[in-house]
């Protein structure tokens, strides 16, 4: 009776173990990927996507803009914006380059007058930097 309870701790306690191995390992792998993701997006784009993530939310744009694991990015206005790295058009006529990006980031009302997205007097650092931050978003 106690050998059996005591096997039966044993296999609860392993099955914990493998769980949370399981989990710090899932972690590692999210960890790893995003910081790819970064890296490669700040190489392309010369901006810092950590700032960029801050000044996203500093200038409002997830009241327009849902962004996936940004709390206050639910938005329903504009497009949602993960994946938009991947998208080949943006805003409905630039080619999606980072030049492109924060020329409509900054710009919007130049680039297609009367859109719904409003001139945030945006500047080019803040503007590099968030499209460091939105090209860093697989998805
Ligand atoms: C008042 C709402 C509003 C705010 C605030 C706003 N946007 Fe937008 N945004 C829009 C709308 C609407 C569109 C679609 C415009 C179009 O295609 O003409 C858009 C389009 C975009 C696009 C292109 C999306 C696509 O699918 O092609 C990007 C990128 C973008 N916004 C980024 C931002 C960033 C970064 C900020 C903050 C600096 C911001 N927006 C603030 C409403 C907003």
Redesign the pocket.
Known sequence: MLRSLSTKLFFAILAALLFVIALVGILYKYVEQRDRMRMHAAAETGGDPSRGEA??IE???????AVEGVRTAT?M?????DG?AL?V??????A?KPEN?EK??RD?QQ??PG????D?N?GDR??RD??A??YSRAK
């Open positions: 000044m996203f200038y409002g744009c997830g009241s327009c803009h938005g206005v504009g497009p949602p914006l938009i998208r058009i943006i805003a409905g006529k630039l999606n990006m409509w980031i919007p680039v297609s859109t719904a997205m409003p945030l945006v803040d503007a968030i499209t931050f939105l």
